[in-house]
């Protein structure tokens, strides 16, 4: 698990996830440290849902605004 993981995306983000409950699973981590792993996971993906809710936002907002 050292080398580095791009996770750029909400997509890579998941297989990241994946990567660590499977490590979890087999062993390969700590109880802490699975857990530490999963909470900054937990907080990027907030990051990105927060990113999607304001791109959503402002496509409503343009939509509205043609609309008038």
Known sequence: MGQKIPMRTHQEARHVLTR????YNNGELEDQKFRSLCFGLNILLS???TEKEFDFEERLVALEERDR
């Not at 660590?20 to 490590?23: E, K, M, N, T």
């Open 47 to 49: 990051f990105f849902k």
């Open 20 to 23: 660590f409950i499977r490590a």
